[in-house]
């Protein structure tokens, strides 16, 4: 069983940077594959980044490339990400997701196990 707890969201003005983080525990990391969602009000749960964990092998998706950034301290069990030049669009409830390794995905439902999530509020 693995268990995500997410923390570092909050209010920020439009163009500002956070940092959220997502602690891992109850089970090997380097099997997982890691991914940060996002849930607006009324949407569907988008896919945001992802990482293997015990590979440098990161994907985003379009609307964040090059603004977000996801990465893992292996000693700490946890995962990051830093969200840079933030747009009134990237307001949401953030969650971390984890599922068995090899693959990739972006589909939230190959994840197994979500954290409880952050919300992120970006003012215009």
């Known amino acids: 069983q693995v268990q995500l707890v997410e923390s570092g969201g909050g209010l920020v003005q439009a163009g500002g940077s956070l940092r959220l983080s997502c602690a891992a525990s109850g089970s090997t990391f380097s099997r997982y594959v890691m991914a940060w969602f996002r849930q607006a009000p009324g949407k569907e749960r988008e896919f945001v980044a992802g990482?293997?964990?015990?590979?440098?092998?990161?994907y985003y998706a379009d609307v964040v490339e090059g603004r977000f950034t996801i990465s893992r301290d292996n000693a700490k069990n946890t995962a990051y990400l830093q969200m840079n030049s933030l747009k009134f669009e990237d307001t949401a409830v953030y969650y971390c997701a984890a599922k068995q390794a090899p693959w990739e995905a972006r589909n939230p439902a190959m994840y197994e196990y979500w954290g409880q999530g952050t919300q992120v509020i970006v003012s215009s």
């Open positions: 990482m293997r964990w015990s590979w440098d092998s990161t």
